[in-house]
């Protein structure tokens, strides 16, 4: 399935992708603050895009323009977060290539991937967090409507062996059909 905004498409995930998520993902900025190690190779690029990203609900964010990858957003599914344990509720992951920041790209793909797994999974509670100090993702999930629910002192980041405050939000249907039909 493809997903598509007025500037974005969100498609699924293919092998030849490695190479523009390396370009991003090798940045020191991108993924610690998301949580895991900047890519050191386009070989780990592709283990990642095979064994991670090509999962389901996954989708590399890409300009219409060019159809080249410029980042990832995710709905993750019951048994791939920690966040829910029930089959109607589901978290939401991004990161977006540096030189794309402050386009308002992330707000814009999170708006249509929640309004696909409201309208087309059936979801009733969209889960989304971030670390603390990762300013730009907690704006992103102010912007689309998240509503804060609680804070860990102690979260274990397992991909960089370290414990970080963890922020965590949640959007119910109900409060995304309230924000998106307001009169």
């Known amino acids: 399935m493809v997903l598509q905004t007025e ?10 992708d490695a190479e523009s998520v390396y370009e ?7 993924g610690p603050s998301a949580g895991w190690p900047p890519h050191k190779s386009v ?6 895009v095979k064994n991670v990203l090509m999962g389901e609900e996954s989708y ?20 791939h977060t920690d966040m829910t344990e029930r089959d109607d509720e589901c978290e939401l992951g ?12 992330v707000p814009e793909a999170a708006s249509e991937i929640i ?3 409201f309208e087309d999974l059936g979801m009733t509670t969209i889960w989304c967090g971030y670390y603390d ?5 907690k704006r992103v999930q ?19 062996n370290e414990v970080r405050v963890g922020h965590t939000n949640y959007m119910t249907k109900e409060q995304w059909i309230r924000n998106t039909y307001k009169e």
């Open 7 to 16: 500037r974005l498409l969100l498609r699924p995930w293919c092998e030849a």
């Open 24 to 30: 991003y993902a090798k940045d020191p900025d991108i």
């Open 43 to 48: 070989e780990e690029s592709l283990d990642i």
């Open 60 to 79: 590399a964010i890409c300009e219409k323009e060019n159809e080249k990858v410029i980042g990832a957003i995710a709905l993750k599914l019951n048994g």
């Open 94 to 105: 991004y990161w977006l290539g540096k030189p794309f920041w402050g386009k308002g790209y």
């Open 115 to 117: 309004r696909h797994g």
């Open 133 to 137: 100090g990762n300013t730009k993702s």
């Open 142 to 160: 102010e912007k689309v409507g998240f509503i804060y629910h609680h804070t860990c002192d102690e979260v274990l980041v397992t991909l960089l």
